[in-house]
């Protein structure tokens, strides 16, 4: 006599005998399987979006879908940080565009020119950015199976990813997996506890690209092994290994955004033709203010005791005013090259309201002098910006030694690999401002310790009232949303400082050129700029930044007159 098998009213409902007899049973129909295949083929890391905003209920359903990921021990370790402000946003674009190109310097020159050529996040332009983060406080020998993969915590994230892209493409939705960050720098962004590591960003949005096949294959940086090169049968072999993985080592608001990179798409010309100077263009009419039809030069100088105190400069003080006078004439190198580029040119006197320190024996500026130098370059930059873009230079005697000894505090550099020659040094006097460099940075450090590193005590006490009224000018003028345009070391440094202030300040920035000075490729990658000229410049005054807005300027025309396409 048989009896009825008891049927579970939950869980798993079939038996043994079902199973034999149909092993294929659990199989979805064969056009859920060609849709699942289908998605998987296509989905893409996506670079370009449009500024749409994402619906919270389809959102939450590309998250669920995160959430249902498999996790090791059931452990559930994903945390999903849902990013929509702008200056976070920002902040997060900033970090990326240092690392884009502190990788790019590790690459052989073609690969590295290659790597810049190629958009690598969407940050701005996305409506959301979602940060895969790893709870990773619980000892991995109280969860099941990390005991002996302690990183299965992480893979399980990394599972959770790609259920939301997946989950994404299928609902048409874009999603780009950027990894340009040092972790500890998105961790503080994020105000991560210790023990809860990043994954990186994932950029989600409506796609402005719709890529038939992956974006580095696309563009030539490497293409897709066959699925017999990856495939070994047994063990990894003895012979006939395959080939390691290539290395090529060599020793404003998203719509805005959007509509400024538009802008260029339907030109009859292939789309980035102008290299570094599209990207430029792009960064130029994604922002609010005045049009850069033209625009000021403006000149500012300042005094430095540490020039005559420790002879660090190949020149006397009285150049300095010299020079102030000659820009104020137009005869000046600087205001001449500025006339050849339409520009306005504006001379500027930055005094400090009390006594000047020497670096070395004293702080250059008081915390109250810093503080309203950068004010009164507020107040200049906003003036300015009713003009058009704003190009920054400078004039000051000594002015080498105090940028490099600002870009060690604030960067962290040893003062060997930031000193430079300046105007007309030998090797003694170079040796000397390296000394000074050292000097002027263990005192400030004993005296204001970890406080160094912020802004206006690195301005304080090693800057000076030129360095403090530029870093206002750079925030006012971004706060009217024209363009800046950088010039050599003291400008870039005094760009650092006013992005350490308002990190937001970075999107209005142009790289005008790199100069020799040995710290400037160093501050121009902490802002994450690539400069539109390297023609090792020693001048300043503005010289290579009005030579680089001519470019600028005649590049924004030429993308509003030149020929477009249906």
Known sequence: MTWPRPVPVIGDRTHAAQRAADPAGWAFDADSVAALHAVVDARRDIRRYRPDPVPPALLRTVLGAGHRAPSVGHSQPWRFVVVTEQATRDRAAVLADRERLRQAELLSPDRRARLLDLQLEGIREAPVGVVVACDRRAHATGVLGRATFPDADLWSCACAIQNIWLAARAAGLGVGWVTLFQPADLAELLHLPEGVETLGWLCLGWPDERPPEPGLVRHGWSSRLSLDDVVLAERWPADGSPEAPVSHLAGPQPDAVVAGRDSGADLLAVPGSLGVLDRAVDRVLALPGVGPGTGTLVVVAGEHPVATAHRVSAYPASVTADVLAATRAGESLGAATARQAGLRVVAHHAVSPDRQGDLVTADALTPAAAAALVEEGRELGRELAAHGLVCLGEVGIGNTTVAAALACA???????????????????????????????????????????????????????????????????????????????????????????????????????????????????TELGLEPLLDLRLRSGEGVGAALAAQLLLTAVRARRTAGRVS
């Open 410 to 524: 604030l960067l962290g550099l040893a003062p060997d690999d930031a000193v430079g020659l300046g105007a007309g040094a030998d090797a003694a006097m170079l040796a000397r401002k390296r000394a000074v460099v050292a000097g002027a940075l263990e005192r400030a450090r004993a005296e204001h310790g970890t406080a160094l590193g912020e802004p206006l005590t690195a301005l304080a006490a090693l800057g000076g009232p030129e360095v403090a009224v530029l870093a206002g000018l750079t925030l006012g003028a971004a706060a009217a949303g024209v363009p800046i345009v950088l010039d050599g070391l003291v400008t870039s440094v005094s760009a650092v400082v006013a992005v350490g202030l308002e990190p937001a300040a970075q999107t209005s920035l142009v790289a005008g050129q790199r100069s020799r000075e040995r710290a400037h490729a160093e501050v121009l």
